[in-house]
């Protein structure tokens, strides 16, 4: 099934300003590819899907092509089933979403590759609350680092993010002024979590459930 964008998402998407982010939610299968990223981002531009070109940054992150990527910003991330798409001006966003199932290897992991603090935090959660914690540093970590155009070879231990129940803070990030970002948690579905992030002032984050039509 092809994912058709219709005239009510058109009409959404000239919505977009900079004062908000847009957000979408959809339902996704990797032989799908780049296709509704393409065909979402070309409503926004006002070009057929076929016609949206997208490069790679210096670190791999995927972008549009000039001139577009002078006026609009997006990141996406897929994780089982769905897809999550941020859609900007003047801001570059980072998202990441990922399904909820257990990782035997999560607290190993957190010893590893966190901040030292976030590891001890996570450790003395009790289960179920601490894969969940896990699950919301590691999508928090992922959508700064995609929005700073880095992936996680940058160091997931060099940002830190606060492990408090129901928060996303990022509290520290080496090389720049963590006061200056952006991080939220979004409540997409009870069976994923998923985090947005950007450098610069507040935005309202607007979202949306993306249907795919036959």
Known sequence: ????????????????????????????????????????????????????????????????????????????????????????????????????????????????????????KLSALEEPRRELAFLQLWTGKEAVLKALGRGVAFGLHRLHLSVESGSSDLIWLDGDDATQWQLQRLDVDPDYIASVAWRGPRRVIHFWTLAERG
């Open 1 to 120: 099934m092809r994912t058709t964008l219709g005239h009510d998402v058109a009409g959404i998407v000239s919505s977009l300003d900079e004062e908000c982010v847009h957000v979408w939610l959809l339902n996704y299968r990797k032989s799908q590819r780049r296709e509704p990223l393409q065909a979402l981002l070309g409503v926004y531009l006002g070009v057929p899907a076929e016609a949206v070109v997208l490069t790679a940054g210096e670190h791999g992150r995927p972008e549009l092509a000039p001139p577009w990527n002078a006026v609009l910003h997006f990141n996406w991330s897929h994780s089982g089933d769905k897809a999550i798409i941020v859609v900007a001006r003047g801001l570059v966003p980072g998202i990441d979403i990922e399904r909820v199932r257990t990782r035997p290897r999560s607290g190993e992991l957190a010893e590893r590759f966190f901040h030292p603090d976030e590891a001890a």
